[in-house]
């Protein structure tokens, strides 16, 4: 079964940094793209980052671009987020999500985690 | 960035009844259109990818369609389980997702 267990979130100060792990079990995890969607409280779904298999190629928002940095490491089955000069905007449930294929532009999300909160206020 | 643009916002149905909500892009993205289902306090769910493949182990009564900039996603006759907000998701260029279709049993 596959399995995403998102951690790392918190309660962060405008500015500062922040990085969100997700834990992958029940797949070959170096076969699929990662991505991660966040979801401000009440509101939509928005992606965020993608990363295909190899880590070769990646993909940004562009609310995030500049200031957050997505990575893996295939052999600990993790996907990362590196989020820096935190906003308050970027307060949201963020969720790692699982590619159907290697690419980052092929991004239907198949499986999702649960989720971990990032609140970022003063 | 490819707007989606879902409608309608909010929806009121009663158990049984045929379902539709539609999204359309701002330009074409051919088939590269997804349904998710979003239960309150669950992580989204994917229902219908690349505009009509329903996924496995999803419920035979959802179904999609179209092409380009219009697209459909149906349920067939609405079941209690289904009360959850739908969204739509293209990836033709950086992913965007519609703003939700929030369904509720009348």
């Known amino acids: 079964e596959v399995q995403l267990v998102e951690s790392g979130g918190g309660l962060v100060q405008p500015g500062r940094s922040l990085r969100l792990s997700c834990a992958a079990s029940?797949?070959?995890?170096?076969?699929?793209?990662m991505h991660w969607v966040r979801q401000a409280p009440g509101k939509g779904l928005e992606w965020v980052s993608g990363?295909?298999?190899?880590?070769?190629?990646?993909g940004y928002a562009d609310s995030v671009k500049g200031r957050f940095t997505i990575s893996r490491d295939n052999a600990k089955n993790s996907l990362y987020l590196q989020m820096n000069s935190l906003r308050a905007e970027d307060t949201a449930l963020y969720y790692c999500?699982?590619?159907?294929?290697?690419?980052?532009?092929?991004?239907?999300?198949?499986?999702w985690g649960q989720g971990t909160l990032v609140t970022v206020s003063s | 960035d490819i707007q989606m643009t879902q409608s309608p916002s909010s929806l009121s149905a009663s158990v049984g009844d045929r379902v539709t909500i539609t999204c359309q892009a701002s330009?074409?993205?051919?088939?590269?259109l997804n349904w998710y289902q979003q239960k309150p306090g669950k992580a989204p769910k994917l229902l219908i990818y690349d505009a009509s493949n329903l996924e496995t182990g999803v419920p035979s009564r959802f179904s999609g369609s179209g092409s380009g900039t219009d697209f459909t996603f149906t349920i067939s006759s609405l079941q209690p389980e289904d009360i959850a907000t739908y969204y739509c998701?293209?990836?033709?260029?950086?992913?965007?997702f519609g703003q939700g279709t929030r369904l509720e049993i009348k």
């Open positions: 990363i295909s298999w190899n880590s070769g190629s990646t």
């Open positions: 998701q293209q990836y033709d260029n950086l992913p965007t």
């Open positions: 029940g797949f070959t995890f170096d076969d699929y793209a």
């Open positions: 330009q074409d993205i051919s088939n590269y």
């Open positions: 999500a699982k590619a159907g294929a290697r690419i980052v532009p092929a991004a239907t999300f198949h499986r």
